[in-house]
């Protein structure tokens, strides 16, 4: 049974690096929002 938990170990490490890229592009998407209604105010 010992080698069955090293695939749940690899799946636990691609999930955390998924949750990692999934936070950098909220965090991007977040910055996006902040900057484009200052770009718009910048236009008015």
Known sequence: GHPS???EVETAI???Q???QINEC???LDSE???FPLIV???N
């Open 41 to 43: 105010v910048d236009y």
């Open 26 to 28: 909220n965090v991007n």
């Open 5 to 7: 938990l090293i695939p």
């Open 33 to 35: 929002k902040i900057r």
């Open 14 to 16: 691609d999930l955390g």
């Open 18 to 20: 998924l949750m990692l």
